[in-house]
């Protein structure tokens, strides 16, 4: 298993995180889907892939951590989890900015 915040290789498959990365108080079980969805959204906004304010509502966080769990399930790895997760917050923020009434 792989780190889901700097990709170190593991030997646990029960905290989804290194040793450096949890050491900084970052830790998660693997079946948490909203921790790991967390985590994954604070280093997207960490690294300026997403605006600072951005937010998902309870039902797109629902779906969001239903992605997450089926995935562990299936045994894909932590960057294919970090991909999609990145790929269904993107396509949320575009989502909410077409929303937005047009002045």
Known sequence: MECIKCGAKMNSLQVPLCEECEKADMTA???DAKVILDLHIKSQKE????PDDFKISDSGREV?????????????SSETV??????????????????????
């Open 82 to 103: 970090a991909s999609t997760v990145f790929g269904f917050c993107y396509g949320y923020l575009c989502h909410q900015r077409e929303q937005e009434p047009h002045v």
């Open 64 to 76: 969001a951590t239903k992605i997450i769990r089926e995935l562990i399930a299936v045994g894909e």
């Open 47 to 50: 690294l300026k892939l997403l």
């Open 29 to 31: 079980k693997s079946n």
